[in-house]
């Protein structure tokens, strides 16, 4: 079975700073790897994933994030955060047989402080 | 091309009444999955249906609970005799067939009073 740990439940940093969300996963199969946004009473959006081929992935609003298979984990980073960034951040897993459930960390609430 | 659609948006029932959710895929999507988001929790995984066909249910209760997804029309998660536990976010994502990533709706966010 899959399951994903996101380190921090709450990431406060202030406007223009850089900002990295934490996410660790456990699998015995390969795995696809994806970083959701939540605004406040909205869906998830797909910010990125990984399938395969390079580990760095970029994605919407400038966000990008690292595949590391042998840390076991797929950190979300952003170099300058604008107040807009003020979300909640899930990452999931899935495996690789197309159609199967994702998996989801319990969120990180980012915060952008002016 | 439209994302996926969700009816209600919010819901009030009071408990021991029915509710009905609505999602229609985006199209070309034939793949249908249904979450719940409860308070301080992540999303957990209900079940995955295709056309006519419930594919995975190992996230559903096993009382109260059903889904379908007819030939035509969209997709309905039904709670029956709901409970103040059942309040919750509901969320419907799709993806097309042979794709891994999944598209999600804006949720129907459902009271029991």
């Known amino acids: 079975a899959q399951s994903v740990t996101q380190l921090d439940s709450q990431v406060p940093v202030f406007e223009e700073a850089p900002v990295e969300l934490r996410c660790n996963y456990s699998?015995?199969?390969?795995?696809?790897l994806f970083w959701y946004v939540q605004y406040p009473n909205q869906g998830l959006q797909l910010l990125l994933k990984?399938?395969?081929?390079?580990?760095l992935v970029k994605g919407i609003n400038g966000f990008e994030a690292e595949f590391n298979k042998s840390q076991t984990s797929f950190h979300l980073r952003k170099p300058s955060v604008h107040i807009s960034d003020t979300a909640e951040y899930f990452c999931?897993?899935?495996?690789?047989?197309?159609?199967?459930?994702?998996?989801f960390g319990k969120g990180t609430t980012l915060s952008v402080s002016s | 091309n439209a994302g996926v659609m969700q009816n209600p948006r919010h819901l009030v029932r009071r408990r021991g009444q029915e509710a009905r959710l609505r999602c229609s895929p985006m199209?070309?999507?034939?793949?249908v999955y249904w979450y719940r988001q409860l308070p301080e929790e992540g999303l957990k995984f209900m079940v995955y249906?295709?056309?006519?066909?419930?594919?995975?249910e190992s996230g559903m209760p096993k009382e109260r609970f059903s889904a379908e997804f007819p030939k035509e029309g969209p997709s309905i998660l039904r709670i029956q005799q709901v409970v103040r536990g059942d309040s919750a976010a509901y969320f419907c994502?799709?993806?097309?067939?042979?794709?891994?990533?999944?598209?999600f709706g804006p949720g129907t966010r459902l009271t029991v009073t």
């Open positions: 994502a799709s993806s097309p067939a042979g794709r891994y990533e999944q598209y």
């Open positions: 699998s015995s199969v390969s795995v696809y």
């Open positions: 990984y399938l395969s081929g390079s580990t």
């Open positions: 999931a897993v899935t495996t690789s047989q197309a159609g199967t459930a994702l998996i």
């Open positions: 199209k070309g999507h034939s793949h």
């Open positions: 249906l295709q056309k006519e066909n419930i594919i995975d």
